[in-house]
T-cell receptor, first 113, second 111 residues
């Protein structure tokens, strides 16, 4: 089945220790998104790629970076995680932007100790 | 004013009843709307997608869009306890790259 896969599902890291979260998709979608979601809040868009075109949201901290080496994979790098970065990180994909659905992966729950 | 507003709930309905979830939006340029279901600790799951005025039905779910009044609703017929979740409404302006999410409505279906 075509799908969006995220690894790991749970990640524990220490304060200040870099961490990388990964996302892969078999949908062959052009657009990949990274969201941060904290408890009882709506998902907050961090950035997205349309193919290799990278778009950073204005309020995304510099501590967060992303790479998309090919159509199928996208990575979220948190350079120096703080306690406030503990959240669910959601990867989503979309074929394009206009009148198309956006599908989420299962998420990675990040804990910062 | 938030761009997409939902009543946070909780909304409780008895099993077998119709659950009605509502969403209003302020951006008249919004053209497509999405309903996601999110179980606690899980990621959002797309239920319905609507961009034309009127009703769109899929099984027990009906999405309704009224662009003149700027509201979107989701009806769940024959509600089941397994429908208990947070329902997120999201809108997209034209070919805008991002969705704008509401904060979600928590639904509880009582056995």
């Amino acid at each position: 089945d075509a799908m969006v896969i995220q690894n790991p599902r749970y990640q524990v890291t220490q304060f200040g220790k870099p961490v990388t979260l990964s996302c892969s998709q078999t949908l062959n979608h052009n657009v990949m998104y990274w969201y941060q979601q904290k408890s009882s809040q709506a998902p907050k868009l961090l950035f997205h790629y349309y193919d290799k075109d990278f778009n950073n949201e204005a309020d995304t901290p510099d501590n967060f970076q992303s790479r998309r080496p090919n159509t199928s994979f996208c990575f979220l790098d948190i350079r120096s995680p703080g306690l406030g970065d503990a959240a669910m990180y959601l990867c989503a994909t979309s074929k394009s932007f206009y009148l198309t659905e956006q599908y989420f992966g299962p998420g990675t729950r990040l804990t910062v100790t | 004013q938030k761009e997409v507003e939902q009543n946070s709930g909780p909304l409780s309905v008895p099993e077998g009843a119709i659950a009605s979830l509502n969403c209003t939006y302020s951006d008249r340029g919004s053209q497509s709307f999405f309903w996601y279901r999110q179980y606690s600790g899980k990621s959002p799951e797309l239920i319905m997608f609507i961009y034309s005025n009127g009703d769109k039905e899929d099984g027990r779910f009906t999405a309704q869009l009224n662009k003149a009044s700027q509201y979107v609703s989701l009806l769940i017929r024959d509600s089941q306890p397994s429908d208990s979740a947070t329902y997120l409404c999201a809108g997209r302006r034209g070919s805008a790259r991002q969705l704008t999410f509401g904060s979600g409505t928590q639904l509880t279906v009582l056995p």
